[in-house]
């Protein structure tokens, strides 16, 4: 979740992995996908954050930077940073009938495959009354600063989590500065195509200044072998979903991510009705996200996305 924090008239925002409800909106009419190079400071701030997540998320893998996260963080901090008073994610926009991380909508509008758009997003957004900067380690302080916020995603959501874009903006008033740093998962290599600008623009920015005398500029990450296809199922269990529809059907025991990995791109949602409650299965939020992580056998309703998969062998 997002939280604020009010402290000498200055406003830090750490980011959110799941939902953060600060306010309503359709974020891709707010934040363009701006094209984005990394300055060393920025990079300087990627090698905190691997280090931060090595010794912090269990399995942690080795971040790539992903050319459509780039342009998504880039587009969105430049938004924050000359927005007075806009901090934190727009979330449950009108058109979805469920809470959802709509910073996944801002990626794959920039080219991040909708399918793969899985991950956490971490915002750093300060403003002043006066001239300010952040530096990357003021930055990442404030991001991991609430446990369950972006940075916090897992090692695993149902595909490695390697893939990262980061930006840093400062608001051409000199006062306000946004760092959004993107950590999403990805089946094969990171993505690195730009498809799309999006949005409408804002006003234009400037990259804040670092005030720190010397920045580390680290060694190129290398790109993490991706996990191993599962095995097939031995007793032939599979899946067919009628695209766009919810479908009732029944599945094997399993681990859900499992399970379903080659049902991915297929579906957005599964629900099974257990001790009274409603269990979800969502493999765009984070694992810890989701209360319906092992199937005993038995009937779910699963929502199908419109891709046409034809019959799965689970």
Not at 68 to 84: D, E, H
Not at 145 to 171: H, L, N, R
Request: hydrophobic share 40%.
């Amino acid at each position: 979740m997002a939280w604020s924090l009010l402290l000498l008239g200055i406003i830090a925002v750490a980011g959110a992995a799941v939902i953060a409800a600060l306010g309503r909106g359709d974020a891709r009419a707010l934040a363009p996908c701006l094209a984005h190079t990394n300055t060393t400071e920025e990079l300087g701030f990627l090698q905190q954050l691997q280090l931060w997540r090595n010794q912090n998320i269990s399995g942690s893998l080795p971040l790539t930077l992903s050319a459509p996260l780039n342009a998504a963080a880039a587009g969105y901090a430049q938004y924050l940073a000359n927005t007075p008073g806009a901090q934190g994610h727009w979330a449950d926009p009108p058109e979805r009938p469920y809470p959802a991380p709509v910073w996944a909508d801002r990626a794959a509008q920039c080219g991040y495959p909708s399918y793969e758009a899985a991950g956490g997003e971490g915002l750093a957004v300060v403003e002043a009354s006066g001239n300010i900067n952040v530096t990357g380690t003021q930055a990442l302080t404030i991001m991991t600063s609430e446990q369950g916020g972006g940075v916090w995603v897992p090692a695993y959501i149902g595909a490695d989590v390697k893939c990262v874009g980061v930006a840093k903006m400062g608001g051409l008033s000199g006062n306000k500065v946004a760092w959004v740093a993107l950590i999403f998962a990805a089946y094969g290599s990171c993505p690195q195509a730009v498809t799309s600008s999006g949005g409408s623009t804002p006003s234009p920015s400037a990259s804040a200044s670092s005030t720190s005398t010397s920045t580390p500029t680290p060694s190129p990450t290398p790109s993490p072998t991706p996990s191993p296809t599962p095995t097939l199922r031995p007793d032939g269990a599979t899946l067919t979903l009628q695209p766009g529809a919810w479908n009732l059907v029944t599945l094997p025991a399993g681990g859900m991510q499992r399970l379903l990995y080659r049902a991915s791109g297929c579906f957005s949602d599964v629900y099974q009705f257990q001790g009274g409650h409603w269990l979800r299965y969502a493999p765009g939020l984070p694992a810890y996200a989701n209360n319906l992580t092992n199937s005993n056998g038995g009937a779910f309703w699963i929502r199908a996305t419109a891709q046409s998969c034809g019959t799965i062998r689970l």
